[in-house]
């Protein structure tokens, strides 16, 4: 570990909060500037109380040479304007304003000072890599943060938090608990770095849970261009019991596609190792380009937060995005964060309807959702509910309320069930030797 560099993990978050980017929240005061600062907002946007919309904002990175979310932001666009024209929430409409993030640190910053200026009450379904230096902003405005992505320790820390669901951790520990019964020797290919040895530490969680040995560990470099080395490495040791078919898991964010050309060459004299993953490294629309059925994710077991983008409790949403976003190629049902986005707005609008004639302000939303609210998904999650005291805070996770995944697989190059239902993974997860 001495010497080791710190890399901002777009996989994992790590579990000791880092010092807050309190310089970059402080000189994020000015307003953001639309084109300047990434920012957009719906056009006619107004808010201010009476029959005035309600003002959300919804962020998320779009136009980068890295991780883009547009379809985030569209589908808050999409869901106000299905809400609207039911006549609102309690007879207030939406407004939403937009924001992007460009998976930069200060712009993320700005784009919580801009939530504050423009007065929103809350920021639903987004995503950034950079929530210390977001979340300071929205905490002294007492803003929520509804379903964020998931990526950041501090969507798990920060009281104004209020996460869908259980991140990249529950998806490791989960995997793990799966390839338990399902795997010979099993290989986690992962950065060589501090949040990488944290990947570890959670899939072996979930493999010690089903009584089976820990993952080898294979160090690769996060930014190479091609994994054949690592390729190799991982199929020497997942072929070491020829009784049982082997499992590599890698697990290198968006570098995972990289791998896996690297890994299609090598796996040629290894056909019966299997692959692993979690949701966000892969989807649906990963694998079609990939070649889908003839790929190399074709048997691929992966974790994620919710039932396949086929199950029919998606029905609802794919109404609204066929209603009012039909030919908007940025909305994919199947990506996780549209999904992500579709929950947090149903949180919202529970919690809007709870409050009845009441003023609708940031911390008239905390209060609530802190208050005992339970949120009913129609079973994309558990019910929902912020309340109880979380048994996770031993590892940093005080946010976390649903530790709940599901196991998909690979079949004729579609993602289906593994097996109905869910796999709670918080004993799993309480457990994990974290240092």
Same mark, same amino acid.
């Given at each position: 570990?001495?010497?080791?560099?710190?890399?901002?993990?777009?996989?994992?978050?790590?579990?000791?909060?880092?010092?807050?980017?309190?310089?970059?929240a402080?000189?994020?005061?000015?307003?953001?500037?639309?084109?300047? !600062?990434?920012?957009?907002?719906?056009?006619g946007?107004?808010? +201010?109380?009476?029959?005035?919309?309600?003002k $959300?904002?919804?962020?998320?990175?779009?136009?980068?040479n890295?991780?883009?979310?547009? +379809?985030?932001?569209?589908l808050?666009?999409? =869901? !106000?304007?299905?809400?609207? #024209?039911?006549?609102?929430?309690? &007879?207030?409409?939406?407004?939403i304003?937009v924001?992007?993030d460009?998976?930069?640190?200060?712009?993320?910053?700005?784009c919580?000072?801009?939530?504050?200026?423009?007065?929103v009450?809350?920021?639903?379904?987004?995503?950034?890599?950079?929530?210390?230096?977001?979340?300071?902003?929205?905490e002294?405005?007492?803003?929520?943060y509804? &379903?964020?992505?998931?990526?950041?320790?501090s969507?798990?820390? #920060?009281?104004? *938090?209020?996460?869908?669901?259980?991140?990249?951790s529950?998806?490791l520990?989960?995997?793990?608990?799966?390839?338990?019964?399902?795997?010979?020797?099993?290989?986690?290919v992962?950065?060589?770095? $501090?949040?990488?040895?944290?990947?570890?530490?959670? $899939?072996?969680?979930?493999?010690?849970?089903?009584?089976?040995p820990?993952?080898?560990?294979?160090?690769?470099?996060?930014d190479?261009?091609?994994? #054949?080395?690592?390729?190799?490495?991982?199929l020497?040791?997942?072929?070491?019991?020829?009784?049982?078919?082997?499992? /590599?898991v890698p697990?290198l964010?968006?570098?995972?596609?990289t791998?896996?050309?690297?890994?299609?060459?090598?796996?040629?004299? =290894?056909p019966?190792?299997?692959?692993?993953?979690?949701?966000?490294?892969?989807?649906?629309? /990963?694998?079609?380009?990939?070649?889908?059925?003839?790929?190399?994710?074709?048997?691929s =077991?992966i974790?994620?937060? =919710?039932?396949?983008?086929?199950? %029919?409790?998606?029905?609802?949403?794919?109404?609204?995005?066929?209603?009012? !976003?039909?030919?908007?190629?940025?909305?994919?049902?199947?990506?996780?964060?549209?999904?992500?986005?579709?929950?947090?707005?149903?949180?919202?609008?529970a919690?809007?309807? *709870?409050?009845?004639?009441?003023?609708?302000t940031?911390?008239?939303? %905390?209060?609530?959702?802190?208050?005992?609210?339970?949120?009913?998904?129609? #079973?994309?999650?558990?019910?929902?509910?912020?309340?109880?005291?979380?048994?996770? !805070?031993g590892i940093?996770?005080?946010?976390?309320?649903?530790?709940?995944?599901?196991?998909?697989?690979?079949?004729?190059?579609?993602?289906?069930a593994?097996?109905?239902?869910?796999?709670?993974?918080?004993?799993?997860?309480?457990?994990?030797?974290v240092?």
């Open positions: 570990m001495t010497g080791r560099r710190r890399i901002r993990s777009t996989f994992l978050p790590t579990f000791t909060r880092p010092v807050r980017a309190t310089a970059l402080a000189g994020a005061l000015a307003a953001c500037a639309s084109l300047v !600062a990434g920012c957009g907002v719906v056009p946007v107004t808010g +201010g109380t009476g029959d005035e919309p309600i $959300i904002m919804t962020w998320a990175p779009m136009d980068t890295a991780t883009n979310k547009p +379809g985030m932001p569209a808050a666009q999409a =869901y !106000a304007r299905w809400i609207n #024209s039911r006549g609102g929430i309690n &007879g207030h409409k939406l407004a304003l924001c992007n460009r998976n930069d640190t200060v712009t993320a910053a700005k919580a000072q801009r939530a504050v200026d423009e007065g009450v809350a920021v639903v379904g987004s995503y950034s890599q950079h929530g210390d230096a977001f979340f300071p902003t929205l002294s405005a007492d803003i929520p509804i &379903g964020g992505y998931g990526i950041t320790n969507e798990f820390e #920060s009281p104004l *938090s209020f996460p869908v669901n259980g991140g990249q529950t998806l520990a989960g995997l793990g608990k799966e390839l338990a019964g399902a795997c010979g020797p099993v290989a986690l992962r950065p060589d770095s $501090i949040a990488g040895d944290e990947l570890h530490v959670m $899939i072996d969680s979930g493999l010690k849970a089903g009584g089976h820990a993952a080898a560990d294979q160090l690769a470099d996060e190479a261009t091609e994994y #054949s080395a690592p390729s190799e490495r991982a020497d040791h997942t072929t070491t019991d020829p009784a049982k078919k082997g499992c /590599v697990a964010g968006d570098h995972t596609g791998f896996m050309d690297s890994f299609r060459r090598s796996r040629e004299d =290894y019966a190792v299997r692959t692993a993953t979690v949701l966000g490294s892969v989807d649906q629309t /990963v694998i079609d380009a990939s070649g889908g059925l003839s790929g190399p994710y074709e048997g =077991y974790t994620s937060w =919710y039932p396949p983008s086929t199950d %029919r409790r998606w029905n609802a949403m794919k109404k609204v995005i066929g209603k009012e !976003a039909f030919g908007d190629n940025r909305i994919d049902p199947a990506d996780a964060g549209v999904q992500t986005t579709w929950i947090a707005y149903t949180v919202l609008r919690v809007l309807e *709870s409050l009845g004639d009441g003023e609708v940031g911390t008239a939303i %905390r209060k609530a959702l802190n208050g005992g609210l339970k949120v009913d998904t129609g #079973s994309l999650t558990p019910t929902l509910n912020w309340e109880y005291e979380n048994s996770l !805070a940093g996770l005080t946010r976390l309320v649903n530790t709940d995944v599901t196991l998909q697989v690979v079949r004729k190059g579609r993602l289906v593994a097996h109905p239902g869910f796999t709670d993974v918080r004993r799993t997860l309480a457990t994990a030797e240092n």
